[in-house]
């Protein structure tokens, strides 16, 4: 949370755990937070596929923000926060000249290509010594 607070100044960024809201219902959740926030971003990609919380989504006129983590564990948790925090700035610029709601899904880092390690030995950069 902290990274995203420097990245994005000015912005209020609270996750559910800090305003003791973990364990609330989706579908208060998203009524209490429209009085407080203008997006919510959830792992909960399928909120989408619920009539009820799609509904409840609409209602409350936030941006919804989620991101898919199919990896588990610490890579997974790793490359999901990778995600949002190179995507957040972007998302949110987009969002503040947005004339209405907006649904966001974020792309997921591929952890096979999301890095390159080359042998400067065996593969040199341009003006690496000799």
């Not at 994005?8 to 579908?27: E, Y």
């Not at 009524?31 to 989504?57: F, M």
């Not at 209602?59 to 923000?65: A, M, N």
């Amino acid at each position: 949370m902290d990274i995203l607070r420097h990245l994005l100044p000015g912005h209020v960024i609270d996750h559910v755990h800090g305003i003791r809201w973990s364990g609330k219902s989706d579908l208060f959740l998203f009524k209490d937070a429209a009085s407080r926030y203008d997006l919510l971003v959830t792992n909960n990609y399928r909120q989408l596929e619920d009539p009820g919380e799609t509904a409840q989504i609409k209602r409350s006129g936030l941006h919804h923000v989620s991101y898919r983590q199919r990896v588990k564990g610490l890579k997974g948790l790793a490359l999901a926060c990778g995600a949002i925090i190179a995507s957040m700035p972007g998302i949110l610029s987009d969002l503040m000249v947005a004339d209405g709601q907006r649904i966001v899904l974020i792309s997921e880092l591929d952890p096979a290509r999301r890095y390159r390690i080359s042998d400067p030995r065996r593969d040199p950069p341009k003006y690496w010594p000799r």
